[in-house]
């Protein structure tokens, strides 16, 4: 749990864990945001790199992930440093070294060419997925369909994301994480969830351990309310 609470820090401390009213992709307003495109600095994406290895890793060692994973897929646009990022700190920290690869918004019919930009994949590569969060599955669904359909001969293995909303797919039995992998037949896996955010935000120490967090990044008791109650809405079962 120690690595969950030094990431609920990171984010908080970098601004890409925001709390109030926003309206989200999918519709729902909801009283919390991550903003990945807050970790616009070489230290932070660094962070975020390390963090987003360790989990990845991980995955490989329990074999969740197959340890021939050799290419790291970022969705444009948000996914694109998050998957850069997550290449270097594989490397350094686990000698590790995969490639990585995004998609323009537009296949290109000049210079290289065609629809992706980095190591093409090809017979025989295994592609990680790498976003920052999930909350109706959608976006998931997207990028695998076009993996499938522009590099048919590699193979989608898994999806690692930043924080799982743990909200409700399109049926209301299933959390989104749990109605990709069901539909996608991938696993999708998470460096934490907003339990984990919740736990460490409620826990009698937080406010010891965490005094170089700024008062004006952390939730107010109304807003850690307000978060439990969309949860009673949106949670999945």
Same mark, same amino acid.
């Given at each position: 749990?120690?690595?969950?609470?030094?990431?609920?820090?990171?984010?908080?401390?970098?601004?890409?864990?925001?709390?109030?009213?926003?309206?989200?992709?999918?519709?729902?307003?909801?009283?919390?945001?991550?903003?990945?495109?807050?970790?616009?600095?070489?230290?932070?994406?660094?962070?975020?790199?390390?963090?987003?290895?360790?989990?990845?890793?991980?995955?490989?060692?329990?074999?969740?992930?197959?340890?021939?994973?050799?290419?790291?897929?970022?969705?444009?646009?948000?996914?694109?440093?998050?998957?850069? @990022?997550?290449?270097?700190?594989? &490397?350094? /920290?686990? *000698?590790?070294?995969?490639?990585?690869?995004?998609? $323009?918004?537009? !296949?290109?019919?000049?210079?290289?060419?065609?629809?992706?930009?980095?190591?093409?994949?090809?017979?025989?590569?295994?592609?990680?997925?790498?976003?920052?969060?999930?909350?109706?599955?959608?976006?998931?669904?997207?990028?695998?369909?076009?993996?499938?359909?522009?590099?048919?001969? @590699?193979?989608?293995?898994?999806? &690692?994301? /930043?924080? *799982?909303?743990?909200?409700?797919?399109?049926?209301? $039995?299933?959390? !989104?994480?749990?109605?990709?992998?069901?539909?996608?037949?991938?696993?999708?896996?998470?460096?934490?969830?907003?339990?984990?955010?919740?736990?460490?935000?409620?826990?009698?120490?937080?406010?010891?351990?965490?005094?170089?967090?700024?008062?004006?990044?952390?939730?107010?008791?109304?807003?850690?309310?307000?978060?439990? &109650?969309?949860?009673?809405?949106?949670?999945?079962?």
């Amino acid at each position: 749990m120690h690595y969950k609470k030094k990431f609920v820090q990171f984010l908080l401390e970098s601004g890409a864990l925001t709390f109030g009213d926003f309206t989200l992709k999918s519709g729902r307003k909801s009283p919390y945001m991550l903003n990945t495109g807050k970790l616009d600095s070489g230290t932070s994406s660094s962070r975020i790199g390390s963090f987003f290895a360790r989990s990845v890793y991980e995955k490989m060692e329990m074999g969740v992930i197959p340890r021939e994973t050799n290419i790291l897929f970022g969705s444009a646009y948000k996914g694109i440093p998050l998957t850069v @990022a997550t290449s270097i700190a594989m &490397a350094a /920290a686990f *000698d590790i070294d995969l490639g990585w690869v995004f998609n $323009r918004k537009e !296949a290109k019919d000049h210079g290289e060419g065609g629809i992706f930009v980095g190591r093409k994949p090809g017979v025989g590569d295994r592609i990680l997925i790498i976003d920052d969060v999930m909350t109706a599955g959608t976006a998931l669904r997207d990028t695998v369909d076009l993996l499938r359909e522009y590099a048919p001969e @590699a193979k989608v293995v898994g999806s &690692a994301i /930043a924080v *799982d909303r743990k909200e409700r797919g399109r049926d209301a $039995r299933l959390s !989104a994480v749990a109605e990709s992998q069901y539909e996608l037949g991938i696993p999708v896996f998470s460096i934490i969830d907003i339990d984990d955010i919740l736990a460490v935000l409620k826990s009698e120490d937080f406010g010891r351990e965490y005094n170089c967090v700024e008062k004006a990044a952390l939730p107010t008791a109304e807003q850690i309310a307000a978060i439990e &109650a969309y949860l009673v809405e949106y949670r999945a079962g």
